[in-house]
């Protein structure tokens, strides 16, 4: 089975409708906070208590997640248990990519991170949340990585 279209909107508008607590990071905030680049994927973070995890595992249910990179017919269950003991998980859904983060390199608390992040609203009305832009510099100054680096020159220069 080949990656699907990345649709941000459309793994947005589930999480939402399945009542999951989250705040989007990674290149979809870059974008939302002005330097246009490509992303393939959706990466956020969540609250990790058992009701938010039901919640987060419903939806995944109804996403088909796949583990990204792995075999194809490697069995994957992405319920509360799973999700409770996994720090990263990059999946492959019928939306696209989605990478859950639990506790990203360089972010605050979950709580705090939360209430520093904007709402933001797609052009369907689709209300989420974003980490504010100086939690988004944080997590890209922990990871170090190349494009991580070229994010923050781009972002400290708007």
Partial sequence: MSTPAFSPRALLARLVKGGVDFVVIGGVAVF???YERA?????ITYARDPANLEALAAVLAELEPR???APEDMPFI???????QMEILK?????????????????????????HSVLQETVDGIVYRACSLDDLLAMKRAAGRLRDLADIEELESE
Avoid: I, M, Q
């Fill in 32 to 34: 939302l906070h002005g």
């Fill in 39 to 43: 992303t393939k994927d959706l990466d």
């Fill in 67 to 69: 583990l990204r990179g």
């Fill in 78 to 84: 992405a319920d509360a248990r799973t999700l409770r």
């Fill in 91 to 115: 999946l492959v859904t019928n939306e696209g990519e989605l990478d859950l983060l639990a506790a990203p390199s360089g972010s605050p608390p979950y709580a705090t991170l939360k209430k």
